[in-house]
């Protein structure tokens, strides 16, 4: 029977041992705590190490001494991958800027030629009542100095925001609006 505890922990040690190299990459700190508490589990090296050192460890040491490793893994490896989110999240992010930065790129370049086209744009959106495709449009190519769009923005805003004014009355709710344009049903 002492033989077949002895091979059970000594493949148990091998199998911890392995899946302690495999996270000396990712999680060193965690990897190295499984490693050592191989040093405890497996009976060969537990033996060669006390003969080399002349120290042997009683049983209940080794309990306690396996307990925290696998704690002091399991907080390790938390770590890590806390560390590992923030690493991806702050990668996300700067490719996000990257890509902010080029589309601000394009649109500056797109504006440049095609000013009277997004200015029309703009116009055309306020002429049909669609005060916020105008903003959005408008506020896209703010940035680009162009005070006819801005005054086409603040036309818009002006009147996006006159028709959100919201009125209680006998009969109920009415939102005012100071323009004449059609509803979603044509009206």
Known sequence: MQKLIQAFLTVLGGFIAFVGLI???????????????????????RTAVGAKTGIT???NVRALALIVLFFATIGFMLNSGSASIARVEAERAALQARAAEERGKQDAVYFAANTDAVI???GGA????EFRKAMDIAEKYLPYGSPKLAELHSSAK???EA???VYRTNQGWLVGCDYRGKNAFGA
Do not use: F, H
């Open 120 to 122: 029309s744009e703009v």
């Open 126 to 129: 306020i002429d049909r009542n």
């Open 23 to 45: 996270l000396l990459i990712n999680a060193p700190w965690a990897g190295a705590s499984l490693i050592a508490s191989t040093l405890l589990i497996m009976p060969p090296v």
């Open 158 to 160: 002006s009147s996006l």
């Open 57 to 59: 460890i009683p049983k």
């Open 163 to 165: 028709c959100t004014d």
